[in-house]
């Protein structure tokens, strides 16, 4: 009897201490501090950082080398200032508007003549973009060819097609410089030399002049 008085008595003293330590642990949940703690453990992690890549190229300058046939069937050399604008550059797909001035200088039957075009058209390419961007574009342009003979100036029209191969190699920031190889199919029309001698009074005749060259080119871009 007297056993189980004594434990009745220290459950009574304990009661009140083990309500209180769950009130305060309650409390503690209630705690904004305690909230915020739980929040900031709960919110998701941000998602990473897309990467945007490497930047493609948007403007170009370059020279290039190229040869038409000349009047009377021999070599004729060009060289050409190009402006490419890269109105479309993507990872995989660019297109650029052309405009190209060149200039030359040949032989014909023993006297030099010069000649000078003015093209311009669409290059439409694939490239991967990366310190080294390989590429590759199919081109086509049309445009003007003029030039001195023999005292004489003429006026006609041309236009070229092929394909360049190349890389561009980024050497800080956008800044680039790039190098391609590639193949020029060139059509324009030019005054027929042989019915000029034989009928020297009698309006020029022309004859389309047509030829293909390997084209080399070099340039500087953003």
């Known amino acids: 009897m007297f056993s189980i008085l004594a434990l009745s008595l220290l459950l009574m003293a304990a009661a009140p201490a083990a309500a209180e330590e769950w009130n305060a642990g309650w409390a503690d949940e209630d705690d904004p501090k305690f909230a915020r703690t739980i929040q900031a453990h709960d919110e998701p992690a941000p998602p990473p950082e897309e990467d945007e890549g490497h930047p493609a190229p948007s403007l170009k300058l370059a020279w290039r080398r190229l040869t038409l046939p000349g009047l009377d069937g021999s070599p004729l050399p060009i060289d050409a200032g190009e402006l490419e604008l890269y109105p479309i550059s993507t990872r995989w797909f660019r297109v650029a508007i052309d405009a190209e001035f060149g200039v030359g200088k040949g032989m014909l039957e023993g006297r ?12 439409i390419g694939f490239q991967y973009p990366w310190r080294v961007t390989p590429f590759v574009d199919a081109r086509l342009v049309g445009g003007i060819i003029g030039g001195d003979i023999a005292g004489s100036s003429a006026i006609s029209w041309m236009y070229t097609y092929g394909i360049d191969a190349g890389v561009e190699l980024y050497l800080v920031d956008r800044l680039f410089v790039s190098g391609a190889i590639g193949w020029a199919h060139s059509d324009y029309k030019g005054i027929d030399v042989a019915y000029s001698k034989l009928h020297p009074l009698d309006e020029p005749h022309f004859l389309d002049f047509v030829g293909d060259s390997v084209t080399f080119k070099v340039g500087l871009g953003l």
């Open 112 to 123: 030099s003549i010069g000649v000078w075009s003015f093209v311009s058209g669409l290059d």
